[in-house]
């Protein structure tokens, strides 16, 4: 009886080895490369686009002491929109990071399009859902519109060149 309970224990943990809360983000950052992808006529658009929000992380995070995590070019992580009859994920989801990410293009309900990419590449640096009582985050599951420091913190701890607050907020503290 005791080793059937043994077992058990030992297979929830493998079996939790890959929760979503476990999410590292790119292996490569920093110096991911983005390559962003759209359809016409919204491919220029959209480039200039995935630029600007990088830049907004790259600049955060230079504050802090950090490197750029991402660069622009060819051959890199896919940032892709796509357009609303080719969303496969369902209605309540504007956006998903893998080894890619994907924004929905008509997506509405409020979200930005530049939240909702912030939020993304956050995911891509490491960061997971914030807790709102907290205070503001682009992490939180229905992004703010604008990064708070509380995301650079965070984001520059997950990248090593940051300090790692212990303080309340368990947002912030290293894995």
Partial sequence: MHRRRMRGLIVVVAACAGCADTW???????????????????????????????????????????????????GGHIIALVPAADWSYGDDVAGMTTDRIEVREAKTGGVRRSAMLLHELGHALGLDHADPSFGASVMIAKPGSELAARDVAAAACRLGCGPCDRGVDPYSIAP
């Fill in 24 to 74: 590292t983000g790119w292996e490569d950052v920093p110096t991911a490369t983005l390559t962003p992808q759209a359809a016409a006529p919204l491919e220029a658009e959209w480039s200039a686009f995935v630029v600007d929000q990088a830049a907004v992380w790259s600049t955060a995070l230079a504050a802090s002491g950090c490197m750029s995590p991402f660069t622009i070019g060819d």
